[in-house]
């Protein structure tokens, strides 16, 4: 049993470069999201889907853009990385979105961007 | 915005037990979370409460407080592998989770 799978483990990135981190679970989840980790914050909400097909903005959208073709599937693009964006990324899934649905997280991707 | 408060840093003697406290403000209440979280490791869930009291979850148990916007997760028999951080969740009025910054506990031999 996968649940959820994250790549690259870790990525070194010069700024001003593209790159996209992917996140896939296997457990026909209907929602998925994108946080950050930073030492002191927590875990802040980058973007949110509620279903595929369905995107939406979490707390700390800007520089990030995503995407959700279909269930499984929920890339996190940075269209011009710049330092700020060094950080720990984790994809979490949970069913559904009522209170009681709990968030599944996947194994993290650790970005550094120079 | 939520505001979410937990202790930065709490150390236990192993077999101890250690309480850590949450206090919230956020829009609404749909439930609050408990995820513990190992070092470079993705956080795992723990326990959930939506409504007043005590929750008991094997040496873990939960406790919540709506009316005073207040939980506190607890851990008795303390073990080395419970040094981590445990992390506090509130889901608001839109269903989505905001986190405390977490609570690093260190339990010592």
């Known amino acids: 049993i996968a649940g959820i799978t994250q790549a690259p483990t870790s990525q070194i990135l010069a700024a001003g470069r593209r790159m996209t981190l992917r996140c896939t679970q296997d457990?026909?989840?209907?929602?998925m999201y994108w946080y950050r980790q930073d030492l002191g914050l927590g875990l802040r909400l980058i973007h949110y889907?509620?279903?595929?097909?369905?995107?939406g903005k979490g707390e700390v959208p800007d520089g990030y853009s995503v995407s959700r073709a279909n269930t499984d599937d929920f890339p996190l693009t940075l269209a011009s990385a710049v330092p700020s964006q060094t950080s720990v990324y984790f994809c979490?899934?949970?069913?559904?979105?009522?209170?009681?649905?709990?968030?599944?997280f996947g194994p993290g991707t650790r970005l550094t961007v120079l | 915005g939520q505001n979410i408060d937990q202790p930065t840093e709490m150390t236990a003697t192993e077999g101890a037990i250690v309480q850590i406290n949450c206090t919230y403000q956020?829009?609404?209440?749909?439930?609050l979370f408990w995820y513990q979280q190992h070092a470079g490791e993705a956080p795992t869930f723990l326990s959930y409460?939506?409504?007043?009291g005590l929750e008991e979850k094997g040496r873990f148990s939960s406790f919540l407080s709506r009316s005073k916007g207040y939980s506190y997760l607890l851990l008795k028999e303390l073990q080395m592998k419970d040094s981590a951080s445990y992390l506090c969740?509130?889901?608001?009025?839109?269903?989505?989770?905001?986190f405390g910054a977490g609570t690093t506990v260190t339990v010592r031999a």
């Open positions: 979490a899934s949970s069913s559904g979105t009522s209170g009681s649905d709990t968030q599944y």
């Open positions: 457990m026909r989840h209907n929602a």
């Open positions: 889907s509620n279903t595929a097909g369905t995107t």
């Open positions: 956020t829009s609404g209440f749909n439930g």
């Open positions: 409460n939506v409504l007043d």
């Open positions: 969740a509130v889901k608001s009025n839109d269903y989505k989770l905001s």
